[in-house]
């Protein structure tokens, strides 16, 4: 009994982290059609802000909470005004653009702290046990805040006006526009809030996993398959996606051990974009957000 | 054989690189002839995506998947065999198997262009991870150990059929020159086949090729896995001219070298990328020698630059401004001409030259 509630533990840690590595890019793609390859990047700077800013006595809480988010949705925002705005409609352009990015990204942080791990910082938060099985506090808090954070953009698309005037902006932006909208600042918020999302969640991972200029790759593949596999529809398909593949990922990884993992993750993502082409929310939950 | 007739400017390309090949030895240093095996493998693999995504239209983010394929197959393939004659063809057919399977789920699932791209960046970056971790004794295929982040150290090239006579440097320098020219005649005749021009059509406009009864999905599987062999063959010489295999082939920054040259070298130009390939190989180890400024950094300036200001390349882009110089000069010239012949009425004579 122990045993099953530790795993069925892991594997919906599994999920959470999927989700919670996913959805900045899934709001950039989902709203708009813009798929950010320097997603990887975003996830890592939110790491260094946090490892600078504990390093300079700041609180850990305060750093990952509040700092990581602030620091790169700023950096999302500037980074849309100077590039990404001139590339609307041009997916291909735009991809090839956001690759470039990242690899600046990774030569910036390179240069100025080295290419080499910089001060870790210890995850907070204790151990928790199940019976005779013990795990991380830190990770159970994760999955907490990877639900909150689904919650709170779900409250902020569908409760706020901001997000309604987002929403709208992005079904018909010439509408929108006729209705006074300012649709270039509506791309440019929308644009810092996926960042934003990107920096806390790379933020929050950076006590586990440490940071490094090229982190960014250990995500990158895992969270476009996760956007890619989910579809159009932001909340539903990050979610039904994660579901999905981070419970193959957690099973095929605790019976065979976590190479495998991966590789059936994938398996899996390619046979079902094979089956949905559109992603599960092109198929099912289509009018979902 | 009407399209071989029609490759003057190919042949031409191919003659200069078969003076190259035979002067290169005798010019160059034994060191640069080393190092210019691995280029010449980029190379290739460089034209490869040149096929796939310039003339094809498939925007593949994971050309390296099959050239690392390759690589992994020939070096696992020619330890196991005792030689390298038939691993060689083992790595072409194993990078093209997995690219019809691959491009079976993709191209019949019909996903769209950007979905790819991420789909093949996926696959290469899990590859990655994967052989990454395969560092165990218990790893091996065959006789080859995998080595996991480490690599495995490729077997040298051999004669056909004598496994015990290695090839010289300036050899393997040959052979590999042999393979780039033969595989860039190859591509540049494939373009011009029936074959090549649906596909040419399929990027213009995919909806109306298959209005015109073409199985596109077909024709799409078909220059991917045909480009994937090619990838192959470059992966070969790549880890014949390090001398070892390492999973780094499959890592993110050689996947986006390959997109930058392609980018740099011109899309729908065979020569452009290769090119670009050469210069930008160089370019990235002067850089590396220095300390100043990061290689990442200067990438992706480069990448953004030439996306926002010169997207459709170097090569394409000299092209267009010398016909445009040519047809501006031809123009002026038959102005003048006109103007001779009708002194009086020169606004005449250039309002009649629009409408013809």
Redesign the interface.
């Given at each position: 009994m122990d045993l099953l509630v530790s795993i069925i533990f892991q594997i919906v840690y599994v999920i959470a982290n999927l989700a919670l590595i996913s959805l900045g890019l899934a709001i950039i793609f989902g709203m708009m059609r813009v798929?950010n390859l320097a997603h990887g990047e975003f996830l890592m700077l939110g790491g260094y802000t946090v490892v600078v800013a504990t390093n300079n006595g700041v609180n850990i809480w305060i750093a990952i909470l509040i700092l990581s988010p602030l620091v790169v949705g700023l950096i999302g925002i500037i980074v849309e005004r100077l590039?990404i705005r001139?590339?609307y409609g041009r997916?291909?352009?735009t991809?090839?653009?956001t690759?470039?990015?990242?690899?600046?990204?990774?030569?910036?942080i390179?240069?100025i702290f080295g290419a080499s791990t910089a001060t870790t910082i210890s995850p907070p938060l204790g151990v928790i046990t199940i019976g005779e099985y013990t795990s991380s506090g830190y990770e159970l808090f994760l999955i907490g805040i990877t639900i909150l954070l689904l919650i709170a953009v779900f409250l902020v698309l569908k409760m706020t006006t901001l997000g309604l005037v987002a929403r709208g902006t992005m079904q018909n932006a010439e509408m929108a526009s006729a209705l006074g909208v300012s649709t270039s600042r509506i791309y440019m918020l929308t644009f810092g809030l996926g960042a934003a999302v990107s920096g806390l969640a790379g933020g929050l991972l950076a006590p586990i996993t440490g940071v490094l200029p090229?982190i960014g790759?250990v995500y990158?593949?895992k969270a476009?398959?996760t956007v890619?596999s989910g579809g159009m529809a932001i909340l539903a398909g990050t979610t039904s996606a994660s579901i999905l593949l981070g419970a193959v990922n957690g099973v095929v990884s605790f019976v065979t051990g976590?190479?495998l993992g991966?590789?059936a993750?994938?398996l899996a993502?390619?046979?079902l974009?094979?089956?949905m082409?559109r992603g599960i929310t092109g198929s099912i939950f289509r009018k979902s957000l | 054989m009407r399209e071989l007739r029609e490759m003057k400017a190919t042949w031409i390309i191919a003659v200069f690189g078969i003076l190259f090949t035979l002067a290169g030895p005798s010019v160059l240093e034994l060191f640069t002839i080393i190092t210019l095996a691995q280029v010449i493998g980029l190379s290739i693999l460089a034209l490869s995506l040149a096929l796939v995504w310039g003339f094809g239209g498939i925007l593949c983010f994971g050309q390296t998947a099959f050239f690392g394929l390759g690589a992994y197959a020939y070096v696992i393939a020619a330890i196991n065999f005792g030689g390298s004659s038939w691993a060689i063809l083992v790595a072409m057919l194993v990078a093209a198997a997995f690219a019809a399977i691959l491009g079976y789920f993709v191209f019949y699932g019909r996903v769209s262009d950007v979905y790819l791209a991420v789909i093949t960046l996926t696959v290469t970056l899990i590859l990655y991870s994967l052989i990454r971790r395969t560092s165990g004794p218990e790893y091996k295929i065959g006789n080859a150990l995998l080595g996991g982040f480490n690599g495995i150290s490729a077997p040298p090239l051999n004669y056909p059929w004598d496994a015990s006579a290695f090839l010289f440097p300036e050899q393997v320098f040959y052979v590999a020159m042999l393979a780039l020219i033969i595989a860039y005649v190859f591509c540049s005749w494939l373009v011009r086949t029936h074959f090549g021009r649906v596909c040419v059509a399929i990027r213009e406009n995919e909806d109306r090729a298959e209005l015109l009864a073409y199985d596109t999905r077909l024709y799409k599987l078909g220059i991917f896995t045909v480009g994937a062999a090619i990838a192959g063959l470059g992966g070969i010489f790549f880890c014949i001219g390090v001398s070892r295999v390492t999973p780094d082939v499959f890592s993110l920054p050689q996947s986006a070298l390959t997109i930058i040259w392609v980018i740099v070298g011109g899309r729908g130009t065979l020569i452009g990328p290769i090119l670009a390939t050469f210069a930008l190989y160089y370019l990235t180890s002067a850089l590396g020698s220095q300390s100043v400024l990061n290689t990442n950094l200067v990438l992706g300036t480069i990448l953004i630059i030439f996306v926002l200001g010169v997207p459709k390349g170097v090569v394409p882009a000299i092209s267009d401004l010398m016909q445009s110089r040519r047809g501006r000069k031809a123009l002026r010239a038959r102005e003048r001409r006109l103007q001779r012949r009708r002194p009086s009425s020169t606004h005449n004579a250039t309002t009649t030259e629009g409408a013809e």
């Open positions: 798929i590039l001139f590339l997916m291909v352009d991809l090839l653009a690759w470039g990015l990242s690899l600046l990204f990774i030569g910036l390179t240069s090229t790759t990158i593949a476009f398959i890619i976590p190479t991966e590789v993750l994938l993502a390619i046979i974009l094979r089956l082409p | -």
